[in-house]
């Protein structure tokens, strides 16, 4: 009688510690399900758990979710869904990895960290301090979304050009050892 109820007590403390860890746990709480729903960017095939903290999740008035890595991926889509109109754009907090606004959050265009899948950096925090710490630490410029998304496009030629001469070195690179 004493060991089932120890047994029972044991069953009740992992399942406790299994329902509340969520709350408790940080690290998992910018894991959410539009990484599990869409692991890797349909434009890059980049990891979007590896860059949570650009990636992007648009959700179309046709009911099409699409997840992305970067903003610069996002971009691409939008301009080839010409015919469908983004309800919802999240995107990472680049600190927490939680998913925000886009259009709320607060965008730091450049600086000297690199970005993803661009030259020019374009990353989203929840929190104004936030960036203009990241600011303070790297440089950049504050910017609203609408600002970053024109950024986007415009840098959208020199980005192509680029990931192109990166795949095109790799592939020779991969030549060389063969």
């Known amino acids: 009688m004493r060991r089932n109820g120890w047994t029972l ?3 009740l403390c992992v ?4 329902v509340l860890s969520p709350l408790t746990d940080a690290p998992k709480a910018w894991a959410q399900d539009d990484i599990a729903a869409h692991k890797a960017c349909p434009y890059c095939g980049m990891d979007r758990h590896k860059f949570a ?4 999740l648009i959700t179309y008035d046709n009911g099409n979710e699409i997840g992305f890595c970067s903003m610069r991926c996002a971009a691409v889509d939008m301009a080839n ?19 925000i606004d886009a259009e709320s959050a607060h965008w730091v265009l450049g600086g000297k960290k690199m970005g993803v899948m661009t030259k020019r950096a374009k990353w989203a925090f929840a929190d104004k301090a936030d960036a203009e710490a990241f600011i ?3 440089g950049g410029e504050l910017v609203d979304f609408e600002s970053a998304m024109k950024a986007a496009y415009t840098d959208l030629y020199e980005d192509n050009r680029m990931i192109r001469e990166k795949r095109k070195m790799k592939r020779m690179k991969m030549k060389q050892k063969s």
């Open 81 to 99: 869904s010409i015919d469908s109109a983004p309800v919802s754009i999240q995107v990472g907090d680049f600190n927490t990895k939680a998913l």
């Open 9 to 11: 007590m044991t069953l």
């Open 15 to 18: 399942a406790a510690a299994l």
């Open 53 to 56: 903290h650009s990636r992007m």
């Open 136 to 138: 303070k630490a790297n």
